[in-house]
């Protein structure tokens, strides 16, 4: 039985995953409000909820996709900031509950544009 349990944990981690997708852009034909730009970054993360979304196996929110993957990617580009163009995620009360009944698969999406 704990080998069936530690094996179903790690297929479910193979499941969930993350992707950031980047376009180096010019100045002069893209403009940002806070600065020069430097690229345009797209993050996504695909989460794993057990149970109505009640237990997180892996972690897919709005915090994960701008602070983890936007900012870091921005900052790896050179960039001090985010000016942050959309976010959105699946959400997890309410009647939306009813889609992770015993397995879920949340997703986080954000879309910004990095700038000195």
């Keep these: 039985m704990k080998k069936a ?3 179903a944990i ?11 997708e980047t376009a180096v852009v010019s100045g002069n034909e893209v ?3 806070g600065g020069e730009p430097i690229a345009v970054i797209q993050g996504t993360a695909l989460g794993l909820t057990a149970i109505f979304h009640v237990i997180d196996l892996v972690q897919s929110d709005l915090d994960t996709v701008v ?4 900012v870091a990617e921005a ?14 995620t699946t959400p997890r009360h ?6 992770g009944t015993i397995i879920g698969f949340p997703m986080s999406q954000a879309t910004g544009v990095a700038v000195k």
């Design 5 to 7: 349990i530690v094996s």
């Design 10 to 20: 790690l297929a479910s981690s193979l499941v969930a995953c993350t992707s950031v």
């Design 31 to 33: 403009s940002a409000a």
């Design 67 to 70: 602070n983890k993957l936007l």
């Design 75 to 88: 900052k790896a580009m050179g960039g001090n900031k985010i000016q942050l163009l959309g976010a959105g």
């Design 94 to 99: 309410g009647i939306f509950a009813l889609t």
